[in-house]
T-cell receptor
Framework: AQTVTQSQPEMSVQEAETVTLSCTYD???????LFWYKQPPSRQMILVIR??????QNATENRFSVNFQKAAKSFSLKISDSQLGDAAMYFC????????FGTGTRLQVFP | DGGITQSPKYLFRKEGQNVTLSCEQN?????MYWYRQDPGQGLRLIYY???????QKGDIAEGYSVSREKKESFPLTVTSAQKNPTAFYLC?????????????FGAGTRLSVL
């Protein structure tokens, strides 16, 4: 079975600090993509970052970057210089023939 | 502006009633999806459609039905056979139903049972 595990139900960070959200997954596929989505209080899912499994280089998008360890099947998200607007639920997901989501991590940002 | 529009934002269902959730996109995407989100859980796939007049069941299709008569529209009907319909429903679309393609989401519909 293909699964995604987010072991941190809640995380908190001080404004301007850095936080890392963990994600592990399990698949026997070799061709897949990994995603982090953000769900703010409005509940709309917003793509944060995407990683291609065959690329060793970690993806970055402004203050967001990933640490992709393919052998360990690990895909963590690092948020640098955290802002109040980063407060949201964060979902890790991977796509083989369909998109499979983890259960999410709620991130709180304190001023 | 291009995007995905879901309506209504809130919907109430009476016992034994079928209700339909609307999803419209103007992104010219071929693929569309319906997900269900319950508290403390990730999104689960209900149905998806890769092209017009074609759709496939996802992981939790029982008690739901869909149609794809137009490229822009992918309505979801929650039938009376769905015994626990209270949830948040999200519609998404992607250019094609391919592994690499990003799925873009609507703002969702919250369905409650009266």
């Amino acid at each position: 079975a293909q699964t995604v595990t987010q072991s941190q139900p809640e995380m908190s960070v001080q404004e301007a600090e850095t936080v890392t959200l963990s994600c592990t997954y399990d698949t026997s596929e070799s061709d897949y993509y990994l995603f982090w989505y953000k769900q703010p209080p409005s509940r709309q899912m917003i793509l944060v970052i995407r990683q291609e499994a065959y690329k060793q280089q970690n993806a970055t998008e402004n203050r967001f970057s990933v640490n992709f360890q393919k052998a360990a099947k690990s895909f963590s998200l690092k948020i640098s210089d955290s802002q109040l607007g980063d407060a949201a639920m964060y979902f890790c997901a991977f796509n083989t023939d369909k998109l499979i989501f983890g259960t999410g991590t709620r991130l709180q940002v304190f001023p | 502006d291009g995007g995905i529009t879901q309506s209504p934002k809130y919907l109430f269902r009476k016992e034994g009633q079928n209700v339909t959730l609307s999803c419209e996109q103007n992104l010219n995407h071929d693929a569309m999806y319906w997900y269900r989100q319950d508290p403390g859980q990730g999104l689960r796939l209900i149905y998806y459609s890769q092209i017009v007049n074609d759709f496939q069941k996802g992981d939790i299709a029982e008690g739901y039905s869909v149609s794809r008569e137009k490229k822009e529209s992918f309505p979801l009907t929650v039938t009376s056979a769905q015994k626990n319909p209270t949830a948040f429903y999200l519609c998404a679309s992607s250019i094609k139903a391919r592994v690499k393609n990003i799925q873009y989401f609507g703002a969702g519909t919250r369905l409650s049972v009266l």
